[in-house]
């Protein structure tokens, strides 16, 4: 099981905003970061640290966190943002071990 | 252009053996942590183990598996041993942010399938 508990499914209307959210203990303590994964293709990093964005990564993406909540929000969602979004962190045991939410497939309607 | 290349998957035998490759270029290899990530069929990803200065290994893995990396030819490995149907899945090698192992993976390799089954 993991550390991290993501929602299993979500789903949003074409260009309205939704909120994917990761939960676990280490997450008072470390931030998380987030991964789009489209069918046969890798992940891809779309937010990390307090709330910063790779280049490429549309602004749309943002990234909160508040207690043991992160949050990946996508402002506007497009058709191609329907995607499997994973969270990551370290895991709560002190050891910087890494972990992985189980994931939120984001389906936009 | 950061690139990452995984090879050395394939079909093996349960308590068998593989060595994974990752071939990296665009970028100076020795200044960043990797790390290997894996994806079971049709589940999630699943954190392996990561190299800096030290290493770090799931427990899935601890005892079994060994990240290794030769900063001469920019390539990162997975010693695999003692392999188990569980282990099956596609192993992702991925860049880190920076030096340290910090969980901010920025590149990704399209990965390479080891499938362990008798």
């Known amino acids: 099981s993991s550390e991290l508990t993501q929602d299993p499914a979500v789903s949003v209307a074409l260009r309205q905003t939704v909120r994917i959210t990761c939960q676990g203990d280490s997450l008072r303590n470390y931030y998380a970061s987030w991964y789009q994964q489209k069918p046969g293709q890798a992940p891809v990093l779309v937010i990390y640290g307090k709330n910063n964005r790779p280049s490429g990564i549309p602004d749309r993406f943002s990234g909160s966190s508040s207690g043991n909540t992160a949050s990946l929000t996508i402002t506007g969602a497009q058709a191609e943002d329907e995607a499997d979004y994973y969270c990551n962190s370290r895991d709560s045991s002190g050891n910087l071990l890494v972990v992985f939410g189980g994931g939120t497939k984001l389906t936009v309607l | 252009e950061v690139q990452l290349l995984e090879s050395g998957g394939g079909l093996v035998q349960p308590g068998g053996s593989l060595r994974l490759s990752c071939a990296a270029s665009g970028f100076t290899f020795s200044n960043y942590a990797m790390t290997w990530v894996r994806q079971a069929p049709g589940k999630g990803l699943e954190w392996v183990s990561s190299?800096?200065?030290?290493?770090y290994y799931a427990d899935s893995g601890k005892g079994r598996f060994t990240i290794s990396r030769d900063n001469s030819k920019n390539t990162l490995y997975l010693q695999m041993n003692s392999l188990r149907a569980e282990d099956t899945a596609v192993y992702y090698c991925?860049?880190?942010?920076?030096?340290?192992?910090?969980?901010?993976?920025?590149?990704w390799g399209q990965g390479t399938l080891v499938t362990v089954s008798s």
């Open positions: 190299i800096s200065g030290s290493t």
């Open positions: 991925a860049k880190e942010l920076g030096a340290t192992s910090q969980h901010y993976y920025d590149y």
